[in-house]
Nanobody, 129 residues
Framework: QLQLVESGGGLVQPGGSLRLSCAAS????????IGWFRQAPGKEREGVSC????????NYADSVKGRFTISRDNAKNTVSLQMNNLKPEDTAVYYC??????????????????????WGQGTQVTVSS
């Protein structure tokens, strides 16, 4: 059974850092592009970042560019999101999601929610003093 489990969320002060992890079980991440999304109370779920199947391409929402870094470790079957210089507006539930990708598109990723079909349960990130 395909499962994604996020961890690493918590309460942090503005300017602080957190590292989110997403562990996959029941399948190999080798064949998937991976995305991170977030949803704040009363708002739509929005794309944060994605990484291609090959790992050669990463994309970020403008709001997090220069502060967040996505990475993948296929050997550990995990993906991480390093979040630095956190701001109160980063407060949200963060989700990882996967999209199966053919070898031809292994270097492509787009942060489009509708492209991703399998989701984790989310982890809460709260940025507050």
């Amino acid at each position: 059974q395909l499962q994604l489990v996020e961890s690493g969320g918590g309460l942090v002060q503005p300017g602080g850092s957190l590292r989110l992890s997403c562990a996959a079980s029941g399948f190999s991440l080798d064949y998937y592009a991976i995305g991170w999304f977030r949803q704040a109370p009363g708002k739509e779920r929005e794309g944060v970042s994605c990484i291609s199947r090959s790992g050669s391409t990463t994309n970020y929402a403008d709001s997090v560019k220069g502060r967040f870094t996505i990475s993948r470790d296929n050997a550990k079957n995990t993906v991480s999101l390093q979040m630095n210089n956190l701001k109160p507006e980063d407060t949200a539930v963060y989700y990882c999601a996967v999209k199966p990708v053919s070898p031809l598109l292994r270097s492509v990723c787009y942060i489009r929610r509708e492209d991703f079909g399998s989701w984790g349960q989310g982890t809460q990130v709260t940025v507050s003093s």
